[in-house]
C-alpha cells in the first residue's frame, strides 16, 4: 500500500489519491448502509410473520372459545 502511495506523491497526484479515497469510503459506506437495510427489512418481515401466527392463533382460540360456549347453552 505504501508503494501506491508513494507513486502518487512522486508524481503529484495528490487529488487523485484523496478523489479514489473518498470514492472507496464512499463506496463502502453504502454497501454497509444497504447491508443494514437489509437486515432491518428482514428483521421487520419476521416481525410481521410472527404477528401474523399469533392473530390467527387468537382467531382460533376465540372461534374455539365460541363455540364451546354455543355448545353448553345448547346442551342446558
Not at 8 to 21: I, P, V, Y
Not at 35 to 53: G, N
Amino acid at each position: 500500500m505504501s508503494d501506491v502511495i508513494k507513486t502518487f506523491t512522486e508524481r503529484g497526484d495528490l487529488a487523485h489519491l484523496a478523489l479514489l479515497l473518498w470514492a472507496a469510503a464512499a463506496s463502502a459506506g453504502l454497501w454497509v448502509s444497504l447491508r443494514e437495510l437489509a437486515a432491518a427489512s428482514r428483521r421487520f418481515d419476521d416481525f410481521v410473520h410472527a404477528l401474523e401466527l399469533f392473530n390467527r392463533r387468537a382467531r382460533r382460540r376465540r372461534e374455539r372459545s365460541a363455540l364451546e360456549q354455543d355448545d353448553e347453552g345448547g346442551a342446558r
